[in-house]
């Protein structure tokens, strides 16, 4: 595998399931990115971790619980979701996090909450 | 806050013809980067061009190029020698310099005619 996969690519869960995003890197980055994208509406950020920690959580309801157990690996853990969460969720990754370090995207999980 | 607008929302070009698609944003910063993003269907999303805000000259890679306007706050995205597979969204975005929050303007969905 190379660049940025995530897994699965198509995901339908009701509201009360339990599911869980994952995202690889095999880019040797140092930089992990959540994006929602809803359509019509430009990506939301949703987190960032640099080196493993946590450094930007933009007001995101707590249904959405990330996880990041190392530089390559990034889990976005999903419960009790609303219908207005469906949406497709990106994952990027960077070196470093500031100015124009590029990031690269995964393919993106397509979420549908019923 | 900053902002990203991109007021088309659907471009068409003839094969082989020049393109343009615009962006603004607002913005009190004076050290910057700006981005443009190409997604195809596939949903993986690249990075087609960017251009930092301290340079005057225009970025350029091969077909596409930039005409960045400081002082209008604009950075409009021109596609020369069209090809069918430039069909796709595309997404302005700027990043303030030391900065993990990368916004992005909403899209333009660019169609490529034969």
């Known amino acids: 595998e190379t660049g940025v996969t995530q897994t699965p690519r198509h995901l339908v869960m009701g509201m009360t399931n339990k599911k869980s995003l994952k995202c690889e890197q095999h880019l040797g980055h140092n930089a992990m990115y959540w994006y929602k994208q809803s359509a019509k509406k430009p990506l939301e950020l949703m987190f960032v971790y640099s080196l493993e920690e946590r450094v930007e959580n933009n007001s995101v309801p707590s249904r959405f619980s990330p996880e990041c157990p190392n530089s390559s690996h990034l889990f976005l853990h999903l419960h009790t979701l609303q219908p207005e969460d469906s949406a497709l969720y990106l994952c990027?990754?960077?070196?470093?996090?500031?100015?124009?370090?590029?990031?690269?995207f995964g393919p993106g999980t397509r979420l549908t909450v019923l | 806050a900053q902002t990203v607008t991109q007021s088309q929302p659907e471009m068409s070009v003839q094969e082989a013809e020049t393109v343009t698609l615009s962006c603004t944003y607002d913005?009190?910063?004076?050290?910057?980067?700006l981005f443009w993003y190409k997604q195809p269907p596939s949903r993986q999303m690249i990075l087609v061009i960017r251009q930092e805000a301290y340079k005057q000259q225009n970025a350029t890679e091969n077909r596409f190029s930039v005409n960045f306007q400081k002082a209008a706050k604009s950075f409009s995205l021109k596609i020369s020698d069209s090809q069918l597979g430039d069909a796709a969204m595309y997404f302005c975005?700027?990043?303030?310099?030391?900065?993990?929050?990368?916004?992005f303007g909403a899209g333009t969905r660019l169609t490529v005619k034969p």
């Open positions: 975005a700027y990043r303030r310099a030391n900065n993990n929050d990368m916004r």
């Open positions: 913005t009190s910063e004076s050290d910057y980067y």
């Open positions: 990027a990754s960077s070196y470093g996090t500031s100015g124009s370090n590029e990031q690269f």
